[in-house]
Every structure is written in C-alpha cells, then in structure tokens.
C-alpha cells in the first residue's frame, strides 16, 4: 500500500517544518512514524485511495476534527489550536504559534499536489457550466457553513466532496492564529498522551474483537 500512495510530498514537508521550526525539528521520530502510520491508515480504510497523497489526507484529517471542535465548542475559538493539536497530531512541548506554523506549511504543500489541482480543474468546470446556467453551485462557501457540512461527514466524504472547504478552513485557522484574533500566538501548549489518534485501535471486526 505504502508504495502506491505519493509520500514524496509528506517527506518534503517534515523536512521544510524541520528545518524552519525548532520545536517541531525535536519532536521524536516515533512522532513522525506514528504520524505517517496513521495517514497511511485513513488512505487504505476509510478513504480507499491508492493513489492518494497524505498530505492531502493530513489537512482533510484535521478540518474534519477542527469542524467538530468549533461545532461543539463551548470557549469560543480561545483553544481551538490547543483542542486541533489534543485531539489529532498531539505536538510536544509547542506554543499555537508553532502548530499555526506547521498548519501554514502544510497548506503550502498541498497547493503543490496534483491532487489539489486536479480537484480545482474540476471545480472551475462545474463552476462555469452551473453558472451559465444559471444553477446554483453545491458547495457551502460561508465559514460557518463550511463548518456545519465537514461536521456532518466522515473523512472520506470530506476527501471526495468537501477537499477545497477543508483547505479554506485551514486557511482561515492560520489566518485567525497569525492575526492574533484568536490571543497569544506564543502560548504554551502540552500534550501527554504519545500517540496521534487511536482511534483505529477501537475498531471491531465482524466479530466484535479489536483488530489491533
């Protein structure tokens, strides 16, 4: 499976977020294996893309996770990059400014995708022939409404439908966090738990066992 999914864009972004911040160079390199393990966990079981690119499955992984932490949120959007970093790639020992960092490469990456572009050829396409005529266009363009859709699917739905509004709504995170709209870019976050997601580890099989 690995060999099929495109990881030369994953490698290249861990390089650049290394090289350009410290804290995330330090993070462990089991951080890393764990990262890409659980990307190349979506790519083979929920999104079923053998040609995928995981950094394109890593921004629609957390727009999802982002879309129920602002749906259900009861603090506003204070710890909404404290909340994104607990409940998906858990980073060491950083401030919101270095996961806005690490948010901001990532989109510069997948910019750089096919997969993005093709997704954007398609778009335009669609967007001309319903505009000539005259048909109203599928996708929600408010953030807001943006949020409400990614909150009511799967990551796969989000991969197929919703790829552009999962990346409008990483834009618009890092766009808040640098503006310091969302407070001190240099507040100290934490996390204790290892491990990125384990949410694979409570899936069932047929026979109501955990598969792993």
Not at 4 to 13: A, K, M, Q, V
Not at 50 to 71: C, E, F, G, P, W
Not at 110 to 136: C, H, P, Y
């Amino acid at each position: 499976m690995e060999e099929e999914l495109n990881i030369i864009t994953f490698e290249e972004f861990k390089n650049e977020i290394s090289s350009k911040n410290d804290k995330i160079k330090n993070q462990s390199d089991m951080w890393w294996i764990e990262l890409k393990s659980d990307l190349l966990y979506y790519a083979d079981f929920s999104i079923q893309d053998t040609t995928a690119d995981l950094v394109n499955i890593l921004i629609v992984y957390l727009a999802t996770n982002l879309s129920k932490i602002a749906a259900e949120s009861l603090d506003g959007t204070g710890k909404a990059l404290q909340n994104l970093n607990k409940n998906t790639f858990r980073l060491k020992r950083v401030s919101k400014k270095d996961i806005a960092d690490f948010l901001a490469i990532l989109l510069k990456y997948v910019k750089s995708t096919q997969g993005f572009n093709d997704v954007l050829n398609d778009r335009f396409a669609v967007i001309m022939r319903r505009g000539r005529d005259n048909e109203e266009l599928p996708w929600p363009n408010d953030i807001s409404d943006i949020i409400q859709q990614l909150y009511r699917s799967d990551i796969k739905d989000a991969y197929y439908n919703l790829f552009i509004e999962s990346v409008k709504l990483i834009e618009y995170v890092v766009s808040k966090s640098y503006s310091r709209k969302w407070g001190n870019l240099e507040q100290y976050l934490d996390c204790y738990s290892l491990f990125h997601s384990i949410q694979k580890y409570y899936e069932l099989d047929e026979e109501g066992d955990h598969k792993y």
